[in-house]
């Protein structure tokens, strides 16, 4: 069994395959599939995928940060309600993005606090994204309130030193196409970070791995991805599949 942990699959862009594309999925053995929520507008679709398909599909929610505006408050207390009614298993996506729009940066830090203290409250994990703010958030879980936050650091891009600094505050790494880039830098980021602190993503629809790149992503393409990390980690494509899951499954608490 392989997970794919950061997937969204509610996008309007599988609308026409949908079923294909959970049936190529199957076919390469991905059989849980964990999706991130980006705000108000995707919270109801991916609660609907999540009942329509136990066992395939687990929900995370959270505001992510490119969608911090000035009405971010009200949004962050609609989706937490959600918690109420319904199962999460993260709080996600949530982070900082200085690569669109840095005039937001304050709220962006307000709000990635806020959930970083709700993912405490409620004993989940979170899904970071960090887009050109690696400094930023850094400065932020780096504080003594938030050592106890677990989760994953989404789509890592980043360097050895940068994988080190995360993997010594406890999250795990998500590697998804960029390590098959031929200049994503990752054989040398990931080459002394051990397997066991490292899950499987995709990011569908984006970030399409060698050779699919430019296309539309899809969670069957976990393969490609993880075939590249068993060579940067100069191991066995079976040694990462079951190792990654086993991580997904612990972090997430799915036995």
């Not at 929610?61 to 937490?80: A, I, K, W």
Request: net charge negative; with cysteine.
């Amino acid at each position: 069994m392989i997970i794919d942990t950061h997937a969204h699959l509610y996008d309007s862009s599988f609308s026409e395959d949908f079923e294909k594309m959970l049936q190529r999925a199957a076919e390469k053995r991905v059989k849980k599939i964990f999706l991130p929520n980006v705000d108000c507008s995707t919270s109801a679709a991916l609660v609907h995928l999540c009942k329509s398909y136990p066992g395939l599909f687990y929900g995370m929610m959270g505001l992510h940060p490119c969608s911090v505006n000035e009405n971010y408050r009200q949004e962050l207390d609609t989706l937490f309600a959600l918690f109420e009614t319904e199962t999460f298993y993260a709080v996600g996506e949530i982070g900082l993005d200085l690569y669109w729009d840095k005039t937001t940066l304050p709220m962006q830090k307000a709000a990635f606090e806020y959930q970083l203290h709700k993912s405490l409250e409620l004993d989940l994990p979170v899904a970071i994204h960090c887009r050109d703010a690696f400094d930023e958030i850094f400065e932020i879980i780096e504080k003594p309130v938030f050592q106890g936050v677990r989760g994953i650091f989404h789509c890592f891009t980043g360097n050895a030193e940068q994988a080190k600094k995360l993997i010594d505050l406890g999250y795990h790494l998500g590697i998804g196409g960029v390590c098959t880039f031929k200049n994503g830098g990752l054989d040398v980021s990931l080459k002394d970070i051990p397997l066991e602190k490292l899950v499987l993503e995709t990011d569908s629809p984006y970030l399409a791995p060698v050779p699919y790149r430019g296309k539309r992503n899809e969670p069957s393409y976990l393969h490609e991805i993880s075939q590249r990390l068993a060579d940067i980690k100069e191991t066995t494509l079976d040694n990462v599949v079951r190792t990654t899951t086993q991580n997904a499954l612990t972090l997430f608490g799915i036995s």
